[in-house]
């Protein structure tokens, strides 16, 4: 026997739940496909936003939540509907109950700290009882991405300098070791070293094989975002026809190989038709990995159209419904769309996800935070604006209009500046008074009632033709691979199960694989997608966090 446990995979999830493992007293291998440089996966290159319920930052901000008006909000998005989500459904119970009890104590007392203004992510499709948040609860780790994984990655490193956990990077599993009916270790293929810079492409020349041995394996590797071909595969109808081109939020080692290597070894998988891509990406000026998509985090006041010019309806404004939105384009027959807005909006209420992106609340700098509220739009933005190339700026709209057209799809009609300029005139009339017919106006009205959105997130309602207010902006928007929320079934033990015997209904699941265990995105942050169809953010880095806990105390437990 190698170790008790094997952890394949050195994201937050296979850090969470090597560090409970061994806080447990037994011991661990970590075992990671990539270079050490790679350590904490996706989630170091996050935002770092957080699911909480009635935080006391919420409080601060005069919003009142309660852990019954977060379970209507994720019932309502995550719509339920199947035999299969019987875990599913388990787990978000027992992650509503994370999120509004011990969760945030947890993180804190690991040193974890959360900026003080809560955002309103996903705000919703305009139904009490359907998808979104009815309250901002999206807390923003200070640090961001880095600050999440930092804490777990010092647990994980003080245990290995203990000898409590071993590292076996470069280490790519190729499969489990099954014996008498139990998983007993994994084996694979040692590949070659590779100083390429963490998010880069590294090489998958095989040096030689290995194999481990335990008592139990959790797997924690990840989704599907990075292979596009995967995605187009798994597309569901309900949102249209794949997509001809995306940009990726996610490197290309998130492939999926692991889940397919896990379910040809006997292990369910449910949900594998739900996923999560956003509507708002666009090229990096400055990739880091092959086709590098970055999303902007948009408040509500800029317009949105489709690739032929036409105003989006009703609820899908920037930041409302995310599947929602990306049914409705799916179905215009093109892959991009349009913002359009003013300088005054742009320095308001553009946000660009990703630690790196973010250098004041990732590096804790206060004096570069205090630029935010201050003229002129965040550094990382007017980066964009001025290198990215699906940025337009002009101080006419008959100039916008022809920059638009210039960077549009081959295949998407030409814009008419008299279409594009009634539609903004129209909205622009809304503005006169404190009244309005135009639900967007309300909602962006509505919006600066809270006082985070008003002080750092959502601009004084203006005119988009008024010259004070510019210049005009038009942004080219593309979809942006990202999260898988289907993935392995698991118990609320993490166990993986066997797929259910034929008919089966919700009272008789498979049985649980001995000595095999999933968390993370493979598992669909829990359960095979404790998140239904919809996800209400802050939820990814949350889901890892505590089915990675679950899965590293249970194995410990267990063996």
Known sequence: MDTDIVVVGAGLAGLAAAAEAADAGRSVILVEQEGQQSLGG?????????????????????????????????????????????????????YLDF???????????????????????????????????????????????????????????????????????????????????????????????????????????????????????????????????????????????PPRTMVSGVPAHVDGRMLRITQGEGASVINPDRMWHYVEGIRNWDPIWHNHGIRILPGPSSLWLDAAGRRLPAPLYPGFDTLGTLKHLRATGYDSSWFVLTQKIIEKEFALSGSEQNPDLTGRDLKLLAKRVRKGAPGP?????????????????????????????????????????????????????????????????????????????VAKPHRILDPAAGPLIAVKLHILSRKTLGGLETDLQGRCLSPSPEGATSGGRGAPIPGLYAAGEVAGFGGGGMMGYNALEGTFLGGCLFSGRVAGRAAAAAI
């Open 42 to 94: 996706q989630a170091f290159w996050s935002l770092g936003g957080l699911f909480l319920i009635d935080s006391p930052e919420q409080r601060r901000m005069g919003v009142r939540d309660s852990r019954e008006l977060a379970h209507q909000d994720w019932f309502g998005s995550a719509q339920f509907d199947r035999p299969e989500d019987h875990w599913p459904r388990a787990w978000a119970e027992a």
């Open 99 to 241: 999120a509004a009890g011990e969760k945030r104590a947890w993180l804190h007392a690991m040193g974890l700290r959360i900026f003080p203004v809560v955002g309103w992510a996903e705000r919703g499709d305009g139904r009490s009882g359907g998808h979104g948040n009815s309250v901002p609860r999206f807390h923003i780790t200070w640090g961001t991405g880095p600050g999440v994984v930092e804490p777990f990655e010092r647990r994980v490193r003080a245990h290995a300098e203990a000898g409590r956990i071993r590292f076996a990077f470069r280490h790519r599993v190729d499969g489990l070791i099954l014996e008498a009916g139990a998983v007993a270790g994994v084996r694979g293929a040692i590949l070659a070293p590779d100083p390429a810079g963490r998010g880069r492409a590294t090489n998958r020349d095989a040096q030689s094989d290995f194999e481990l041995r335990a008592q139990a394996v959790i797997v924690t590797a990840g989704g599907i975002g990075g292979d596009h071909e995967l995605v187009r595969a798994a597309w569901p109808e309900r949102l249209g026809t």
């Open 381 to 457: 933005v007017e980066a964009f604006k001025q290198h990215g190339a699906d940025f337009v700026v002009a101080d006419t709209l008959t100039a916008l209009v022809a920059g638009m057209n210039g960077i549009a799809d081959p295949d998407a009609p030409a814009l008419e500046e008299a279409s594009l300029r009634r539609i903004i005139e129209e909205r622009d009339r809304e503005i006169a008074n404190g009244f309005s017919k135009d639900a967007q106006v309300t909602a962006l009205r509505g919006a600066r009632n809270y006082l985070g959105d008003k002080l750092i997130r």
